[in-house]
């Protein structure tokens, strides 16, 4: 993407936080964003449809840093490996925090794309796909009332209490209906 382009979708994105503080972001016209950010509608049409989108974008964003920094190395325990992956998402959505709760509060399908950030950071070795998508969702729910309760946890509290809930979950998942190890 070039300056330019990078440059106008900034100053949307940083008039459109600063419209949320006064106002509901459904009662935020397109006219009144381009207004605030110094651009022409035409401008703005030219990237998004609506205003949610560029909060969309920015979520998105967030959550690439996430996944882009996230490597697949293996540690000699899968629960440090968990525990390095959990600190890790926390503490960008924590570093963001300023602005994840509008993201929270704006973004109505946002639970999906917290969930798929979680899928992809591939916590463990899990074979049951139904497995993986639960721990998604209890993590993402965690995760999105963290956000909510003005992350009253620190990251590396949260992350913890993420590790254990999802190394119990692994280890019950080695153990058949009888109890025994399979």
């Known amino acids: 993407m070039n300056k330019k382009v990078e440059k106008t979708r900034r100053k949307l994105r940083e008039a459109l936080l600063a419209l949320i503080d006064n106002k509901d972001l459904d009662q935020i016209t397109v006219s009144e964003l381009c207004a605030k950010a110094r651009i022409n509608r035409t401008t703005f049409y030219k990237y998004y449809a609506l205003p949610v989108d560029v909060l969309r974008e920015y979520f998105q964003e967030i959550n690439d840093l996430i996944l882009g920094q996230i490597q697949d190395t293996t540690t000699a325990s899968a629960s440090l ?11 960008v959505y ?6 994840m709760r509008i993201l929270v509060k704006n973004i109505p399908d946002i639970m999906p794309q917290f969930s798929q950030v979680i899928l992809q950071t591939r916590v463990g070795e899990i074979r049951e796909l139904s497995l993986i998508y639960f721990i998604a969702g209890g993590v993402t729910a965690m995760i999105l009332q963290w956000v909510m309760s003005s992350f009253a946890l620190s990251p590396l509290e949260i992350s913890q209490i993420l590790t254990r809930y999802i190394v119990r979950l692994l280890s019950a998942e080695t153990k058949d209906i009888s109890g025994t190890q399979n």
Do not use: G
Not at 94 to 99: A, E, L, N, S
């Open 81 to 91: 490996d968990i525990q390095a992956k959990m600190l890790h998402v926390c503490q």
């Open 94 to 99: 924590y570093d963001h925090q300023q602005h």
